[in-house]
């Protein structure tokens, strides 16, 4: 009578994740957008996924639609890690309703990937998941949640179920996430959620990418 051997535990394909950060601080100041991303990177940590973290203003990116804006632009630096990553997280505050300033020219820097294609005519972010992460003392996460989603779908990034993590107080107060003695289950669960299925995601586009039209 044969017997069945137990399989070999395989172990999950690593992945790497780059946090885009759209505070509109510059570093040293602390940021609660930053704080989110950090946090959903750790997340992401759990399903073998390693990150780093950019935060965009402590950089000269420049204004544009191009992939390269010329003499200065750090943008290129900051798109060769975004194109080395198999997650992309967009991690953005909540300013009068919408994405922040930074966030709307990230968008606009990665607009140009739809004419950067591989051999088969697809652009290069097909096959790369994106995430977000919001923040704010207002409502509106739901809003600039669906903002971003569209953006980052126009230019060929996929999004997981529950691709967005995030926290807003109470209007018209001025606590900031950061400023909390600790992360609300909620929001620990939404970031968990979002890192599960964006790791699971990731890796099923890794082993088969999307044909070319």
Not at 48 to 67: L, N, T, Y
Not at 151 to 160: A, E, I, K, R
Not at 161 to 166: G, K, L, Q, R, S
Request: negative net charge; hydrophobic residues 40%.
């Amino acid at each position: 009578m044969a017997t069945t051997r137990p399989s070999a535990i395989v172990a999950p394909t690593p992945l790497r994740a780059v946090a885009l950060v759209c505070t509109l601080s510059a570093s040293p100041k602390p940021s609660s957008s930053q704080l989110l991303a950090e946090q959903t990177l750790e997340a992401l940590a759990e399903h073998q996924v390693s990150g780093d973290v950019i935060r965009i203003v402590d950089h000269d990116v420049k204004p544009g639609v191009e992939a390269d804006m010329g003499d200065g632009d750090a943008w290129p630096r900051i798109r060769e890690a975004v194109l080395d990553a198999d997650i992309l997280i967009l991690s953005t505050p909540i300013w009068l309703g919408h994405p922040s300033s930074v966030a709307q020219r990230v968008l606009e820097r990665l607009n140009a990937e739809q004419s950067h294609t591989d051999d088969q005519g697809r652009p290069v972010t097909y096959g790369k998941v994106a995430g977000v992460c919001v923040v704010g003392n207002e409502d509106g996460a739901h809003h600039v949640s669906a903002e971003l989603f569209q953006g980052l779908n126009d230019v060929g990034f996929t999004l997981p179920p529950n691709a967005v993590t995030y926290w807003v107080g109470e209007a018209m107060q001025g606590t900031d996430y950061q400023d909390l003695d600790a992360t609300p289950d909620k929001t620990k669960e939404t970031t968990d959620t979002l890192a599960s299925n964006a790791a699971h995601l990731a890796r099923a586009l890794k082993q088969d990418v999307y044909q070319p039209s």
